[in-house]
Structures are given as structure tokens and as C-alpha cells.
């Protein structure tokens, strides 16, 4: 079946260190999606990309939607302790179904 | 997220009771969702609905029943519990298919069955 996957599945930093996450799908996306979730808390809206090739920004976060659309990632510059949880990506297949990726969790060390 | 809110927050059930989560929108959005989070799983979707009373299954839906009477108004029932649906429950509301941003999640359920 459709299928998408994340890596890696913990990213421990130190503070101050860059981080990215991978998202990666077994078929061609029509869009992707960013989540991030905070220890306790619920999965919160970041980004939507929907071109081939497109490049984001918010502050410090750099989003990234394949030229293939099977495939981005999350970069994350100079991390924060406020940057700790876990990332998802979520795929939007051609038939309108939107799979979550299992997330990446990021641990900031201070 | 203002808008929506699930309740209850925690609950814990014996096995085999029937259990319904409730999840209120004040957005008037058209399509809601229940999704189950579990370790190494990340969400799965359970059941979705784009209309009062229009509902369908999603990738884990046995066992779990939805009913959408009003469209703030999206209710989650588990016939009789199971120790493996044990979990976090989330609601979530979108505009709909090929509407610009993402879903909006409640604040969850997290439902224990002992």
C-alpha cells in the first residue's frame, strides 16, 4: 500500500546545532504537509508545499517539496529548546488520501 | 486550537463498555476527522466525515462507529472496548479536499481500556 516514511526517528542535538527530517513516499504526492507536536500536546499546522522544486521559509525552519513530489524535508537552523517534538509530514495522494509519516522526535540538549 | 474542543480528556474504561468521544467544532468546517495516535504508529485515521450525516471509513475503523447529526458535532463510539484501543483519540477539521492549509487537531482523548 501507499506508504510514507520519515527518518530519522529520534534526533538528539545540542543547542544551537542544525537539524532536518526526511520525508519520504512510495508514490507521487499532490501536496505535503508539516506538523509539529509538542511533548503532551497535539499535532500543530505548519506549512503546506504543492510545487514541484518549492522551498519555504519560516524563521529559522526550511521546508523543501522534491522535484519527483515523492519526497521533502524539514531543516531546522540553530536549534532551540523550544524546537523540541516531533515532526510529521503528511502526504495528499492523487485519490485525495492524506498519509501521515510516523514522525521524527527531536531532543534539544541545552 | 480555538474551534475545537474534544471531551472528554482522559477517561479510563473497562473492557467491553461502549465508550463515545465527543469532538465540537465552532468553525462551521465541512470535513472532520477522528484519528488514533499509538507509538511507531503516528496518526491513523479512523473515520472522516464531509457532511452531516455523510460519513466513511478510514484505515483503522473496526470497532469504532461515528455519527454526525450537526456540523459542529462529531462523535466517536468504540461498541466495546478493547485493551488495544487503548490510545490517544484527536479530532481534526479541514476546509475540505483542494482548500489551502492543513488540518486543525483538538487537544485529544487519551483513552486507557483496562
Known amino acids: 500500500g501507499q506508504q510514507v516514511m520519515q527518518i530519522p526517528q529520534y534526533q538528539h542535538v545540542q543547542e544551537g546545532e542544525d537539524f532536518t527530517t526526511y520525508c519520504n513516499s512510495s508514490?507521487?504526492?499532490?501536496?505535503i504537509q508539516w506538523y509539529k507536536q509538542r511533548p503532551g500536546g497535539h499535532p500543530v499546522f505548519l506549512i503546506q508545499l504543492v510545487k514541484s522544486g518549492e522551498v519555504k521559509k519560516q524563521k529559522r525552519l526550511t521546508f523543501q517539496f522534491g522535484e519527483a513530489k515523492k519526497n521533502s524535508s524539514l531543516h531546522i537552523t540553530a536549534t532551540q529548546t523550544t524546537d523540541v517534538g516531533t515532526y510529521f509530514c503528511?502526504?495528499?495522494?492523487?485519490?485525495?488520501?492524506?498519509?501521515f509519516g510516523p514522525g521524527t522526535s527531536l531532543s534539544v540538549i541545552p | 486550537d480555538a474551534g475545537i474542543t474534544q471531551s472528554p480528556r482522559h477517561k479510563v474504561t473497562e473492557t467491553g463498555t461502549p465508550v463515545t468521544l465527543r469532538c465540537h467544532q465552532t468553525e462551521n468546517h465541512r470535513y472532520m476527522y477522528w484519528y488514533r495516535q499509538d507509538p511507531g504508529h503516528g496518526l491513523r485515521l479512523i473515520h472522516y466525515?464531509?457532511?452531516?450525516?455523510?460519513?466513511d471509513k478510514g484505515e483503522v475503523s473496526d470497532g469504532y462507529s461515528v455519527s454526525r447529526s450537526k456540523t459542529e458535532d462529531f462523535l466517536l463510539t468504540l461498541e466495546s472496548a478493547t485493551s488495544s484501543q487503548t490510545s490517544v483519540y484527536f479530532c481534526?477539521?479541514?476546509?475540505?479536499?483542494?482548500?489551502?492549509?492543513?488540518?486543525?487537531f483538538g487537544s485529544g482523548t487519551r483513552l486507557t481500556v483496562v
Open positions: 481534526a477539521i479541514t476546509l475540505g479536499p483542494g482548500r489551502e492549509g492543513g488540518y486543525t
Open positions: 508514490t507521487t504526492l499532490s501536496n
Open positions: 503528511a502526504g495528499k495522494t492523487s485519490y485525495d488520501k492524506v498519509i
Open positions: 466525515s464531509y457532511g452531516v450525516k455523510d460519513t
